[in-house]
């Protein structure tokens, strides 16, 4: 749930919990009370006086699933129900069953839909006002984020490339560190993308070492986790979790390479020779931990 503010939760109250529990439940769209189910989904299977996959949760993911698919064939193009179906797509990875395809293919939806609204675009020229300007502009990072993730995880080509993307669809200057962070992180990880499924990659070295440079100038301060400090806790984690950003693209870019290392021979240079860099940064998450934690 830390790894995509999808909806922030100051919204989430006012905009979709209090109206449900406290108002007129009739007046709820379906995609407010999809977005709801599938919180407390994620909620659940992250609580951990729970049980695993408790019988709760997993009703909580099918009124979700039911939620977003009855009105598949008439789907709208607006925020709730682009929040609904990406908080959906978090739910895919944390089933049971695995289904990281469904996660891939359904995001994809999400994202044309916020492109048949031009969230891709400078929301100024639109006409919209700057609460509303921010709030796509977050949605739309998110997005992008989400998707560059699963394209980088399993070598695909992303759904939206950052070319199409105009300046003003991106977030500014005057943000947290979290979602500064986020905001530098796509545009390198697409130009990752880019690189991994470019045909010949691997002997493109070269690149993928100025990429290695673009990634450790994002480099966040590493952060312990306080557990007794409650109040601090999910700021804490969100911080946390650039950490995990960061090592774990930087662990996808020199994957390839490492083992093109591991598996040739090295013996007269047992650092790896001219892929020393792609060496080193495999062990570097481990030398953190150690450090650190």
Known sequence: MFRYDIIAKEDFMDRIFWPCYGGDISKTTSYKLASLYATLSLGGLHDLSLPIYAPVTREWMEITQSLV?????SWESSLEAIEAVALQCLI???????ELSKTYYQLSFAIKMAQSIGMHRDPHELGMDARACNQRRRLFLELRLFDATESIQYGRPLT???????R?????DDLDEVTSFKRDLVTVMEDIIDLMISPGFSSNYSTALKLDR??????PVPMAIRPDSASNFSHELRVF???IWYYSTLLTLHRPYFAFAATKDTSGAPSGGKFAPSVNARYEPQNLASAHY
């Open 69 to 73: 698919m009855t009105t598949f064939g």
């Open 92 to 98: 895919f990875p944390s089933r049971p069953e695995i």
């Open 160 to 166: 939206m490339n950052g070319r199409y993307v105009s």
């Open 168 to 172: 003003g669809a991106i977030v500014e």
């Open 214 to 219: 673009k990634l450790r100038a994002l480099k």
């Open 241 to 243: 979790m650039r950490t």
